[in-house]
Structure formats: structure tokens, C-alpha cells
């Protein structure tokens, strides 16, 4: 069994930072993507920021020039560092990742979720 663990989420005020981390639980065989995804109340889950293995990223638009997305692979751990928050970003962030399992084809998991309020 393996599940995507979150951590880093809360409560910021306006123009604070939050970093974010994500790693799989148990034995993989290998880490393809991983990132963030976002929804925030009555709206669709939206793109954050995603990395390959290879460092390859892709960011949506909601928080581009506020992130940065990284990953420590020898730790199978995506870091997401989000800079000059505003209150419109309050939302549950999500963690994916593409990964295979020993014996298993690959998936895509996703996490429980991570709060992320910013208020004053």
C-alpha cells in the first residue's frame, strides 16, 4: 500500500510564505512527476506546479512568479515554496505523483489533501 503524505499547510496572513512537502509512504519502484494541485471552495481542482524526475516544470497560472516547485530525489520528497500569499489562494492543496510499484504498472496517486488558509 502506498499513500502520498502531506505536510506544511495552515494558516498564513496575507504576504507570508507557506512550503509545502509531499512523499510517498512505503516501497516504490520508481517516481516519475510529482507536484501540487489546488481547489479552493465552489471551484474546479486546479493546476499549481509539477516536476518530472528529470526537473522538467510545468506551472498553472494562479501562482506563477509566487512558487517554487522542488524536488529531492533521493528522498522521493516534491517541495512546493509559496511566496506573497493572498487570500484568494486559500484552498486544499493536493499532492500527485506518477509512481510504479514493484510487480505494479504505473499510477497516479493522489494525497489526503493540505489546508492552506490565508487570512489576517
Known amino acids: 500500500q502506498v499513500q502520498l503524505v502531506e505536510s506544511g499547510g495552515g494558516l498564513v496572513q496575507p504576504g507570508g510564505s507557506l512550503r509545502l512537502s509531499c512523499a510517498p509512504s512505503?516501497?516504490?519502484?520508481?517516481?516519475?512527476?510529482m507536484g501540487w494541485y489546488r481547489q479552493a471552495p465552489g471551484k474546479e481542482r486546479e493546476l499549481v506546479a509539477t516536476m518530472t524526475s528529470g526537473g522538467i516544470t510545468m506551472y498553472g497560472d494562479s501562482l506563477k512568479g509566487r512558487l517554487t516547485i522542488s524536488r529531492d530525489n533521493a528522498k522521493n520528497t516534491v517541495y512546493l515554496q509559496m511566496n506573497s500569499l493572498k487570500p484568494e489562494d486559500t484552498a486544499v492543496y493536493y499532492c500527485n505523483a506518477e509512481l510504479q510499484r514493484i510487480g505494479r504498472p504505473k499510477w497516479t496517486y493522489w494525497g489526503q489533501g493540505t489546508l492552506v488558509t490565508v487570512s489576517s
Open positions: 512505503g516501497i516504490i519502484f520508481s517516481l516519475n512527476v
